[in-house]
Every structure is written in structure tokens, then in C-alpha cells.
């Protein structure tokens, strides 16, 4: 997430949706298997990739 933040920081929404959507692929099959512990950072993740969504005029991407 922090070269994720790099990348948005930098107009790079792009390289950042790509490696936010990555960290989803990752932390939702923990996020299934033990919803307790990775909470958080699954929300968070969904989160930020809704969010660079949004700053790249993809709405039905960030609402979906």
C-alpha cells in the first residue's frame, strides 16, 4: 500500500489501482479464511482501490 500511496501522490493512478487491486487478490482469501484478524486491512484495501478508482473517473469500478 505505501508504493500503492507513492504511485497516487505522484498522478501515477494507474500503477497504483494495479497494485491495489494485487493487495485485494491477496488479503481477500485471508480476509475469508479468518475474518477477526484481517478485517481491517481487507476494508482498507477495498478502501484505497475505491478510492483511486474515484480519482481516475471510474466510478462504476469504485461503487461496484
Known amino acids: ?12 493512478t494507474d500503477q497504483a489501482i494495479s497494485l491495489q487491486e494485487k493487495a485485494l487478490e491477496i488479503t481477500k482469501p485471508l480476509y475469508q479464511e479468518n475474518p ?3 478485517a481491517e486491512g481487507y476494508t482498507r484495501s477495498l478502501n484505497n482501490l475505491a478510492s483511486s478508482y474515484t480519482n481516475n ?7 461496484s
Open 1 to 12: 500500500n505505501n508504493l500503492a500511496s507513492s504511485y497516487t501522490n505522484n498522478n501515477q
Open 57 to 63: 473517473n471510474q466510478t462504476d469500478q469504485a461503487i
Open 36 to 38: 477477526s484478524v484481517w
